[in-house]
């Protein structure tokens, strides 16, 4: 059973800088791709960013292009977002989610398992 658990989340000013961290538990970390995706009051989830298995590979919103780097740790089961030049437009519950199957994409329905959350809040 895969377990996901975020951290680093907080409140922070604008043009301020967080990184989170989401830790794995579980078998074969190193072959899930991972995901970050937020979600605001009152609005749908919203793809953030994607890391391959091997970390080859990202890709990130074009909201957060520029701000936002994922990156990850197979050797400490752990992703990363590094987030800086924040808005408060990036104000949100921040999940990780990872992708046990061969899926690697935007659409959260494909995602296998997901963490608890952590917010950030970025104050104008």
């Known amino acids: 059973q895969v377990q996901l658990v975020e951290s680093g989340g907080g409140l922070v000013q604008a043009g301020g800088s967080l990184r989170l961290s989401c830790a794995a538990s579980g078998p074969i970390f190193s072959n899930y791709a991972m995901a970050w995706f937020r979600q605001a009051p009152g609005k749908e989830r919203e793809f953030v960013a994607l890391?391959?298995?091997?970390?080859?590979?990202?890709y990130v919103a074009d909201s957060v292009k520029g701000r936002f780097t994922i990156s990850r740790d197979n050797a400490k089961n752990t992703v990363y977002l590094q987030m800086n030049s924040l808005k408060a437009e990036d104000t949100a519950v921040y999940y990780c989610?990872?992708?046990?199957?061969?899926?690697?994409?935007?659409?959260?329905?494909?995602?296998?398992?997901w963490g608890q959350g952590t917010q950030v809040t970025v104050s104008s």
């Open positions: 890391i391959s298995w091997s970390g080859a590979s990202t």
């Open positions: 989610a990872a992708s046990v199957g061969s899926y690697i994409g935007t659409d959260a329905d494909l995602y296998d398992h």
